[in-house]
């Protein structure tokens, strides 16, 4: 009898009225809510940015090309890379580890619920402020609309006398109220993974996905705060006559760009590690074998956080540093290669001796692994200051970066999106129109980005809104223009099937893909607080020892 | 192409000058054979294009001078290291994706639970950190070799001045003021005479960006930074701004004349000259002086001091106008001064909004500013 007084059977949730519902998900504190809803914003402000990149190479078909005049240009490639950096790949990555965390170490929500739906709403009011100022950045001065200073906004072009009006401090405060988002996200991820985990949850035993995100958010903490910092800086200097950054009053401009990349760099590291922690996840799963050599994974990670705090500065070769300087910075960046490089050995041998399934998101992580590959390599090459002083600041540095960020990155957040979306909604994404997306996207993104080299090589320096012709870039960036196309279809298809397979998906069931880690015990989606009971884990892989139970892993750790 | 730089580099190796230091051959014989492989091999490709691909006049793997010599065989060796590198992984990455791959006989059987190997794990980051070890030896002496090279007593010093968007250069020893044409003297092996720049920015970060020449140094406000070149063959050399500095940033072109000692001396003998007084355009002369026009720009011997555009004392021996916007023409001039934005959307330049017969007698004057 008291099973009946406590069964809520009989309220059905769709049957409230859209208005609670949207009430519900606007005041939520549920770190899976959270985190669906931190991916829904960054996927749209993705398309947003992939909107920007497609005008980017529209103007860029032909030299001399008068598609869109150089104003528009310019607030096209800084909104571009300030939304994908800040609103599109950190919100997306921050929604998994805010969906998955809680789930992975056997947690029942976030360390601070609230704190965590408050960093949301702050990096969302961010994101809004950024758009907003296509509306309001003309200011009094009538001057400006969009940020146009580039994403990395170096002084002194953000003084007032080179950026009237408010379109530059749209750009500030959205970093600034962005950031602070960022820096609450950060401690709640530490503070979950340090005190959430379920019995027997030892640090060693926690799915790489945690420990990677573990050190992500610790380097939040260290990276941001310098960012956070210079943006005050910067407002000071706008609108309270600080000379922080103005040189005719004994400023440096070069402050600034230290302030930047302190942060810049490890932001990299930041974005890059959480898609490693999608690596780790799923190329075990589908290659039917543990990770190879968990702890040096962990190693590696801690290593690459620790040594991504050195190497800012080779952003900076070509501002005129001593040699000392040039070399220490060419050193510290070449020995990052080698914890980077012990991951994706130790992926390769996870696949060794495997039964590799291609599904979806195994494609996307084969993909990831072969442009990671590439990308860290011409890392190396631009790691050589002297090198650098050619390639830096030309179109070989823009594919560089997006070989990592769209070729890893974007790829990662692919494959992890097809391989926890039926955890999410319950339903399948659609096998067909995914194969049909991974191939689209990645001869797109071959073509423009391998391509994308040579006219660094050939000289033509980024950022400009269009170039002369006979120097060789004609022909290649038309064909790079093409590619960027057809990674649009490829994005399209993928919108289809997140909205067709949202309704008409096959039924996920909860684990559809006979994988080994707490998330995959409960229903698809899981029940509010996820666990009725707390688990109790043996070893890193407690499914594995629940489905053989005649051979755990227990044994062998 | 390639090959003959290689060859240009051999042969250097040999020479004994004040600037051998710079010019010695900076990789060890065993690893420019590897270096030599790859760059026959980039050859053999480059060959298959259609002709003229690889021919561009802003490549960095056609060097003319010693920093950009130094950088280019360094970016083959590097290229070569990392493209072994890539290969070897690639293969074992193509082999682990074909040999095991999923098969229907797999099914209900799962393959060796295998947890790591710490020998191999080990062999796996000894081998990167010797690769690293030896490109970061040969960087950092290539990083010396450019950088801390002495300035020899023969050296030419230039002030290049960054603008929003343009460049003004000053012959501090010569008394030469110009804008936008960069005019340095070839440096003779034998006789070498490498040209020394000081970079100053009057206002946004700028970077003087050559490649056939060098690599590229920023300008910055109140941050003087120095390079040199030291261009081994006359002719014209083409660059551009490549640190974003504002809305036409694009259009910020570098054009560098390198003449033979005596086209130089010749050149610098004309820019020292004051400006021409011609009686035939003294209308064209008043529409300019007692215009806005004097004071931004400068005409020496005028009442025109202006800084904050480029000397126009002898504009007529430029061949582009607009930092390399446009050729410098009569009829480009007169668009330029009725409406900058026409050519180059944004710039500083404000149009004049002169009556047509003032116009005219201006661009007269002009043409007479040889």
């Known amino acids: ?557 | 192409m390639y090959i003959a730089v290689l060859e240009e580099a051999e042969h250097k190796k040999g020479r004994r000058t004040t600037l051998k230091r710079r010019t010695k051959v900076l990789i060890c014989p065993a690893v420019r054979k590897i270096g030599l492989l790859a760059l026959m091999s980039v050859a053999c490709v480059a060959s298959a294009e259609p002709t003229g691909f690889f021919n561009t006049p802003t490549n960095i793997f056609a060097p003319a001078s010693t920093p950009a010599k130094t950088i280019a065989p360094l970016a083959i060796f590097v290229m070569a290291i990392t493209g072994i590198i890539f290969v070897v992984v690639f293969t074992l990455l193509a082999y682990a994706v074909i040999k095991f791959r999923g098969r229907a006989s797999d099914a209900g059987r799962e393959p060796a639970q295998v947890y790591g190997s710490t020998q191999i794990e080990l062999a796996w980051t000894m081998v990167p950190v010797l690769i690293v070890v030896v490109l970061y030896l040969a960087t950092a002496r290539v990083i010396h070799a450019i950088q801390d090279a002495p300035e020899p007593a023969s050296a030419l010093e230039v002030t290049v001045i960054g603008h929003q968007y343009w460049w003004e250069y000053r012959y501090p020893g010569l008394g030469v003021v110009t804008a936008n044409e960069l005019h340095i003297p070839v440096s003779d092996p034998a006789h070498p005479r490498p040209t020394f720049l000081t970079l100053l920015s009057a206002d946004t970060d700028h970077s003087f960006w050559v490649p056939e020449l060098a690599g590229k140094t920023d300008l910055i406000p109140d941050h003087p930074n120095r390079m040199w070149v030291d261009p081994l063959r006359t002719g014209i050399f083409l660059g551009q701004c490549a640190q974003y500095c504002g809305i036409q940033h694009a259009k910020m072109l570098i054009r560098v004349s390198v003449d033979s000692p005596e086209e130089f001396s010749a050149w610098v003998r004309e820019q020292q000259r004051p400006a021409i007084e011609d009686g035939r355009v003294a209308e064209g002369k008043h529409v300019f002086e007692s215009s806005a026009c004097i004071n931004c720009h400068t005409v020496n011997g005028t009442a025109a001091n202006g800084r904050f555009g480029p000397d126009l004392t002898h504009l007529m021996s430029r061949v582009t106008i607009a930092s390399g916007a446009a050729q410098n023409t009569p009829e480009n001039l007169r668009l330029w001064i009725q409406n900058p934005d026409a050519i180059k959307p944004g710039c500083l330049m404000p149009a004049m909004k002169l009556s047509d017969a003032d116009l005219n007698a201006l661009v007269r004057y002009m043409e007479t500013l040889r």
């Open chain 1, 1 to 557: 009898m008291s099973s009946n007084v406590i069964t809520v059977s009989g309220v059905q949730i769709g049957e409230r009225p859209w208005v609670d519902r949207l009430h519900g998900w606007l005041t939520t504190v549920d770190h899976k809510r959270l985190g669906i809803l931190y991916i829904a914003y960054g996927l749209s402000f993705l398309l947003v940015a992939g909107v920007e990149a497609i005008i980017i190479r529209i103007q860029l078909m032909h030299p001399h090309s008068g598609a869109v005049s150089p104003e528009v240009f310019n607030r096209m490639f800084t909104m571009h890379s300030t939304t994908m950096v800040f609103f599109a790949a950190m919100p997306i990555l921050f929604g998994f580890s805010n969906y998955l965390v809680p789930l992975m170490i056997g947690a029942r929500d976030m360390a601070f619920p609230r704190l965590n739906s408050f960093s949301f709403w702050l990096s969302a009011l961010g994101g809004l402020l950024l758009y907003f100022s296509f509306l309001g950045g003309s200011g009094l001065y009538g001057a400006g609309s969009a940020p146009d200073v580039g994403w990395w906004a170096y002084a002194p072009l953000t003084a007032r006398a080179f950026s009237p009006g408010h379109s530059t401090d749209y750009w500030t405060l959205s970093v600034l109220v962005s950031g602070f988002g960022t820096v609450g996200t950060g401690i709640n991820i530490v503070a979950t993974i340090l005190c959430m985990r379920c019995p027997g949850m030892k640090l060693s035993r926690m799915p790489l996905l945690a420990w990677l995100n573990l050190v992500m958010a610790g380097m939040i903490l260290i990276a941001i705060t310098p960012l956070s910092a210079a943006q005050m800086m910067l407002l000071v200097d706008r609108y309270l006559g600080g000379h922080f950054f103005d040189a005719q009053a004994g400023g440096a401009p070069v402050l600034w760009m230290h302030f930047f990349w302190i942060f810049g760099h490890p932001e990299v590291y930041i974005l890059i590690i959480p898609c490693f922690a999608f690596m780790s996840e799923i190329i075990p799963v589908f290659s039917r074998k543990p990770i190879f050599g968990y702890p040096v994974m962990v190693a590696a990670t801690v290593c690459i956080g620790f040594i991504s705090m050195s190497v800012w500065a080779h952003h900076m070769f070509t501002v005129g540093m001593s040699s000392y300087a040039n070399s220490f910075f060419t050193f510290t960046t070449m020995v990052i290669g080698v914890p980077t490089g012990i991951k994706i050995f130790n992926w390769l041998g996870t696949m060794w001796a495997g039964q590799i399934q291609f599904k979806v998101p195994m494609l996307f992580c084969i993909g990831f692994l072969f442009q990671f590959l590439i990308a860290g390599l011409t890392g190396i090459m631009l790691s050589c200051a002297a090198l650098g002083w050619q390639l830096s600041l030309s179109y070989f540095v823009v594919a560089h970066f997006h070989y990592t960020l769209v070729g890893g990155v974007v790829f990662a957040i692919f494959a992890a999106i097809y391989y926890w979306y039926p955890k999410m909604t319950g339903r399948m994404l659609n096998e067909t129109l995914g194969k049909l997306h991974f191939w689209l996207f990645l001869i797109g993104f071959h073509v423009t980005f391998d391509l994308m080299h040579i006219p660094g090589i050939l000289g033509m320096p980024r950022r400009i809104y269009t170039y002369e012709p006979g120097r060789g870039w004609d022909t290649l960036n038309l064909l790079i223009s093409i590619g960027a196309f057809i990674q649009a279809i490829g994005v399209l298809v993928f919108v289809a099937n997140l909205v067709i397979s949202y309704f008409k998906g096959d039924k996920a069931g909860n684990d559809p893909w006979d994988a080994w880690t707490l998330e995959w015990s409960v229903s698809s989606p899981p029940p509010a607080y996820n666990f009725a009971s707390v688990p109790t884990v043996e070893s890193r892989r407690p499914l594995w020892d629940l489905k053989h139970p005649e051979d755990p892993d227990s044994r062998y750790e």
